[in-house]
């Protein structure tokens, strides 16, 4: 009977886990790499809403310690979350809406979950409180590498790359066997 508990204990948390990674296509997500604090991006969605405007959402995993501590003293201080709920940090989420041109963008919301999924803070803007504020879009930022994906169009890196990829393959060298005289 234990070894049965057990077993459905393990397995409910297999499904906490992976519930969080499997609420979106996985066809759409992209890694995004580091950005220059180290720390890792993914695309999880992007494309037109119901109304054709574009937009994106990506996802900041906390793989720089420094950064994680900055963030967590500023939820307990802004925010006043308890130290334990705020140490459970594990990643923060980020909605972005475009211009129909896509040279601009605006945070739709910012929420910071912890490793299973739970939420522990969250903003939403657009509302009197916290208005959705546009502005430039810079270059290699996340919001820049999701507007290509939102507008339907391939990042300039992963073109760049591809053609970087195909000019440096070296073509397969011809054996010529020796004969005997």
Known sequence: MKKFVVCALLLGLL???????LAWDAAKQKA????KNQMTWY???????????PYAISRKYYTNATVKN??????MSKFAISPEVAGSLYFTEYGYEYTPDGKQF???YLRHYDMLGHEIHGTEYGTDEN???????????TPAK?????LGKAPAATTQKAASQKSSTVPAKRVVRATKK
Do not use: M, R
């Open 32 to 35: 995004l790499g580091q950005d």
């Open 15 to 21: 499904v906490a886990f992976a519930s969080p990674v």
């Open 106 to 108: 605006a945070l739709t």
């Open 146 to 150: 999701g507007v290509a994906y939102a």
């Open 43 to 53: 695309l999880l969605d992007y494309g037109k809403d119901s109304n054709g405007v």
């Open 70 to 75: 900055e963030t967590i003293e500023l939820l």
């Open 131 to 141: 208005p959705k504020t546009f502005a430039g879009i810079p270059a290699g930022s």
